[in-house]
């Protein structure tokens, strides 16, 4: 099953509060807003890309606690961007000075900015062009560094402001750039279908 999405406008026009209420009135759902108020409905991963995804996050939290430089976040992490769409990367992490640049209250619900680097980890259900789509969409709101890890494909797209963005085929490991110094992520179980 691929994303569906709804366009809600011109009946409905949803506040942050709103979409935010009916997240936690369907946690069994993952949801998003489109910059143009649309809501999209996401379908459940399987057991092959849950797998993937926690030796991705476990990668960073583990680079993440031993830097210090920022904050992780998860796939269920809303992050509101500066074009009113509301989207949760698969991974995604932020310089720990615009972290704590944020109040209190703006750390509880949707996290008003777009991450510095992100990951999107393709699974069966993904149409690629729509993840290439929401990738661009962040570069478009202050993304620094994003990986698109297709797996089926066995390949990365890497994502970087101003310029074009680079595929790797069959990487073995990924380089954090001047973004996220010194961490490099082993694709070992990730990338590959058999592990």
Do not use: H
Request: charged content about 20%; aromatic content about 6%; overall charge negative.
């Amino acid at each position: 099953m691929t994303a569906i999405t709804l366009n809600l406008r011109p009946t409905l026009t949803l506040t942050d509060e709103q979409f935010e209420q009916i997240c936690r009135a369907n946690r069994d759902l993952k949801l998003e807003r489109t910059a143009q108020g649309e809501l999209v409905v996401m379908a459940l991963t399987g057991g092959d890309t849950g797998r993937r995804n926690l030796r991705l996050t476990g990668q960073l939290w583990l680079w993440n606690q031993q830097s210090g430089l920022g904050e992780g976040f998860d796939s269920s992490t809303g992050f509101r961007l500066p074009n009113g769409a509301i989207r949760s990367p698969d991974a995604a992490w932020v310089r720990l000075d615009r972290w704590q640049a944020l109040t209190p209250e703006q750390r509880k619900k949707f996290v008003p900015l777009c991450p510095d680097f992100l990951v999107e980890l393709r699974s069966l259900s993904d149409e690629l062009e729509d993840i290439q789509a929401k990738m661009q969409e962040y570069l478009a709101n202050g993304l620094l560094l994003g990986w698109l890890i297709d797996p089926q494909m066995q390949n990365v797209e890497v994502y970087r402001p101003n310029q074009a963005v680079e595929t790797l085929n069959q990487p073995t490991t990924l380089s954090g750039e001047s973004i996220l110094p010194g961490f490099v992520l082993d694709l070992t179980g990730i990338l590959s279908m058999d592990n």
